[in-house]
């Protein structure tokens, strides 16, 4: 069982800047990749931006230039910083971890919620 524990949602204003935090209680060596994905309310949940073995990024359109993920593989933590954010970014974050050996499997946080409101 993998568990991953999300913090550092919150309220925050149309412009500001805001970094969520995802903690592995496992070595994020293990893990293919790691991401961040997000649910708007009446919305699916989308892809916001994933890290692959450390180095690889990959960006939904409307994140790139604005978000950056990161990880410390010291503190087996991945990182979401967010700036100039928009109110079409105010969703529940959703941490995720995917292993592919034996089988694709798909590991979740249970979200933080980010509102981006004046």
């Known amino acids: 069982q993998v568990q991953l524990e999300e913090s550092g949602g919150g309220l925050v204003q149309p412009g500001d800047s805001l970094r969520l935090s995802c903690a592995a209680r496992r070595s994020i060596f293990t893990f293919y990749h790691m991401g961040w994905y997000r649910q708007a309310p009446g919305k699916q949940r989308e892809l916001v931006a994933t890290?692959?073995?450390?180095?690889?990024?990959n960006y939904a359109d409307s994140t790139k230039g604005r978000f950056t993920i990161f990880s410390d593989n010291a503190k087996n933590t991945v990182y979401l910083q967010m700036n100039s954010l928009e109110p079409e970014d105010t969703a529940v974050y959703y941490c995720n971890a995917r292993i592919v050996i034996p089988s694709i499997r798909d590991y979740w946080g249970k979200g933080t919620l980010v509102t981006v409101s004046s």
């Open positions: 890290i692959t073995s450390g180095t690889s990024r």
